[in-house]
């Protein structure tokens, strides 16, 4: 089975934040800013012109997944040891689609799984979340992305759990901090994930190439 450490990904994310908190400073409030915008625009106008409110709406949502695609890029570049830059926060935009038709997938296989005993959803939802993470970085397809994120994760649920409930807990304690905190706690999980997609990716690589 293969494994990872979670306090060496949460380790990770603290430093990696650490070295870097003012660029996720700017990152974060360049997209809490447009986010926000659209948002009291859209109330606005939703009042006054509903074809015009449901436009602002699905545009926050395209912004919304190509903001995660960026963050996935950016988690990845710095653990790949590369620079990010502000830009990147744009530049999956092409992959939208694709993400946007598996994020669909992923929620309808995690709901029919919550309907069935609860455990299920869980399981589905855990076993398939890197699904974002195979689309920006490998560039897969859909229903590929889901395929291979089950593979990757296999034997490994219940640590993934235990990771999620940690990166929520150090979450909470970053609102709870006057809300500054989550511009150290919103990028520690991130790179968190970027850690254990990496290391959980490689290592089946490798033992795939042993076999």
Same mark, same amino acid.
């Given at each position: #089975? ?16 650490k /070295?870097?908190i ?11 800013g447009?986010? %926000?915008s659209l948002?009291?625009?859209?109330n606005?106008? !939703?009042?006054?012109?509903?074809l015009?409110?449901?436009?602002? #709406?699905? &545009?926050y949502?395209i912004?919304? #997944?190509?903001?995660?695609?960026g963050l ?14 502000i ?11 694709k993400?946007? &038709?598996?994020s669909?997938l992923? %929620? ?5 799984g ?14 398939l ?7 920006v970085?490998?560039?897969?397809g ?6 291979k994120?089950w593979?990757? %994760?296999?034997?490994? %649920? ?9 990166? !929520?807990?150090?979450?909470i304690?970053?609102?709870l901090?006057? !809300? ?13 994930q970027?850690?254990?997609? /990496?290391? &959980? ?8 190439q042993?076999?």
């Amino acid at each position: #089975m293969i494994e990872f450490s979670k306090k060496e990904a949460i380790k990770f994310g603290w430093e990696i934040t650490k /070295r870097n908190i003012y660029f996720f400073i700017i990152i974060l409030l360049l997209i809490g800013g447009i986010e %926000t915008s659209l948002s009291y625009l859209n109330n606005f106008l !939703v009042k006054k012109n509903i074809l015009l409110g449901f436009s602002l #709406m699905f &545009l926050y949502i395209i912004l919304y #997944m190509i903001f995660n695609l960026g963050l996935i890029k950016i988690s990845l570049k710095f653990y790949d040891n590369e620079k990010p830059k502000i830009s990147d926060i744009f530049s999956q935009y092409h992959l939208f689609f694709k993400y946007f &038709l598996a994020s669909i997938l992923y %929620t309808l296989i995690s709901i029919l799984g919550y309907l069935l005993l609860i455990i299920p959803g869980v399981i589905f939802s855990i076993r398939l979340c890197f699904f974002g993470y195979l689309i920006v970085d490998k560039n897969s397809g859909v229903i590929e992305s889901l395929k291979k994120s089950w593979e990757i %994760t296999k034997g490994n %649920t219940w640590n993934l759990f235990i990771l999620l409930i940690l990166l !929520v807990l150090i979450n909470i304690l970053g609102f709870l901090a006057l !809300v500054i905190g989550l511009f150290w706690a919103i990028p520690t999980s991130l790179l968190a994930q970027a850690f254990v997609y /990496r290391k &959980l990716s490689e290592s089946l690589q490798l033992k795939n190439q042993e076999n």
